[in-house]
């Protein structure tokens, strides 16, 4: 009897692993807002991609050799949709990662996270950072030196990664970026559009006042020309009289 010939199992390489974005809201907008402000900072460079909360897949053929960044930038990848990340269809070596940490996690982020993105994904830089100061230390930076990382001293209470070209800090108690070429820290799209609507609000202000200000002084010469006018016509009657 001929054998009926079977289909080869398809692998699945899951687009979730069932936990859950984040431990706590705040963990979640740090996770956000960094995604963001990163994404709006390199908008114009077609070669780089912002990830995060994404399954990635660093062995090919065996779903379990995975790991989950909470945000992460790599070049030489295109702005596109991706539902998951194989480093053997995309860019191998990333380029930075940031974990935000919490009791329940450091000892992962600092030990076998670490080890992955060290050893194994070639991670140029990582940062881990716990937006409660938790944890000890709560916000540290390191830098890839060989196969091993280095921390990152701070400068001006912020940490100064060249990979991405700019500094992570605290700011009004939040995570923030901040460009040293341009001297300033970088908005989330939500802190630009207030900052713009303020702006348009200060604009139009200035715009009424500058308005009122000329109709004031409009008034005052069209009342000096009455009065001018006024001793004109006495003037004249004296003279005719006299």
């Known amino acids: 009897m001929q054998e009926k010939i079977r289909a080869a199992p398809i692998l699945v390489y899951p687009e979730s692993d069932g936990e859950p974005m984040a431990e706590t809201p705040k963990h979640q907008q740090v996770m956000i807002d960094c995604m963001d402000i990163m994404r709006s900072h390199f908008r114009g460079l077609t070669d780089v991609y912002i990830g995060g909360n994404m399954m990635l897949y660093y062995e090919e053929g065996n779903p379990r050799k995975s790991i989950s960044p909470d945000v992460f930038m790599v070049r030489g990848v295109s702005k596109q949709e991706l539902r998951t990340y194989k480093t053997w269809e995309q860019q191998p070596t990333l380029d930075f990662v940031l974990e935000v940490a919490s009791p329940s996690t450091y000892t992962r982020d600092f030990n076998e996270k670490m080890e992955i993105y060290a050893k194994i994904l070639k991670v140029k830089a990582y940062c881990i950072y716990d937006p409660y100061h938790e944890i ?41 970026l901040y460009d040293p070429v341009k001297a300033a820290w970088l908005l989330t799209s939500q802190e630009r559009v207030a900052q713009e609507a303020l702006a348009r609000q200060e604009a139009e202000s200035r715009v009424e006042q500058e308005t009122r200000v000329r109709q004031a002084a409009e008034s005052r010469a069209q009342h000096a020309e009455a009065e001018l006018e006024k001793l004109r016509a006495a003037l004249e009657r004296l003279e005719t009289t006299q």
Do not use: K, S, T
């Open 136 to 176: 000890d230390p709560y916000f540290v930076g390191f830098r890839l030196v060989g196969e091993n990382y280095e921390q990152i001293p701070f400068v001006d209470d912020r940490l100064p990664f060249e990979v991405l070209g700019l500094e992570f800090g605290e700011r009004d108690g939040a995570l923030r």
